[in-house]
């Protein structure tokens, strides 16, 4: 009887069991050049690597942050990366830690993937108004969500759209990362939208903008 409970209560037992819950390591290739990837509440983007994670996968972006790793433009890296899981991370926090173990090689390379074909094309509304205070920016509703998802702000001009105000816009974007050659900070990457598509224009005043 044992043995037989034993039997049954063995396929629970392994299917419990996920890789996700423990540490590993694996086989990084970050890209010569930056990407974007969304953040994990709301709208928005930031710059992320472009990584190939095993010698035959794609490349990908993430926005982890690799600990003891600091990213050189037109160079491409491969890096053995330790992975760990964080406990109970707030609901905006990353649940995976990621080391560098090890450099195993870096070399000055052209980048061998075009990063827009890693970028989302995201449909937004643009409200009749902007934000008070704020210059450039817009409210916008995020049309994943429909066309009644909350207004939020995005900041920085949309590149290529000339906004009239007292007009609602329904558009097509596309967040890039750009590399500001003349920055003196540590980090001189950002992202910006660039206009794909206006796919309506219609003279209206947005309703229910936040006061």
């Known amino acids: 009887m044992k043995r037989l409970l ?19 390591t694996e086989i990084w290739t970050i890209a010569p ?27 990908e972006t993430t926005a982890a942050r690799i600990e003891g790793f600091t990213f050189e433009r037109g160079y491409q890296t ?15 926090a990353p649940d995976k830690r ?10 000055a390379a052209e980048m061998p993937v075009d990063p827009l074909t890693l970028s989302p094309e995201c449909e937004v509304l643009v409200a009749s108004e902007r934000p008070a205070g704020e210059t450039p920016s817009y ?13 939020q702000t995005i ?34 990457w950002s992202v910006k939208y660039r206009l794909k598509e206006i796919l309506s224009d219609e003279e209206k005043a947005s309703e229910g903008l936040p006061e």
């Open 33 to 59: 050049e930056k990407g974007v990837a969304g953040i994990t509440m709301g709208f928005g983007h930031v710059p992320a690597y472009i990584v190939r994670k095993g010698e035959n996968a794609t490349w």
């Open 6 to 24: 034993l039997f049954l209560l063995l396929p629970f037992t392994l299917g419990s069991c996920n890789n996700d819950d423990e540490s590993r």
């Open 139 to 151: 409210w916008i509703r995020d049309l994943r969500y429909g066309d009644d998802a909350p207004w």
């Open 78 to 92: 491969t890096l053995r990366v330790r992975i760990e899981p964080i406990a109970n991370p707030p609901a905006d």
């Open 98 to 107: 990621y080391t560098m173990e090890e450099q195993l090689s870096r070399t």
């Open 155 to 188: 900041s920085g001009a949309i590149e290529g759209f000339d906004f009239t105000p007292g007009h609602e816009y329904r558009l097509r974007i596309q967040p890039v990362a750009v590399f500001d050659e003349s920055a003196t900070t540590d980090d001189a």
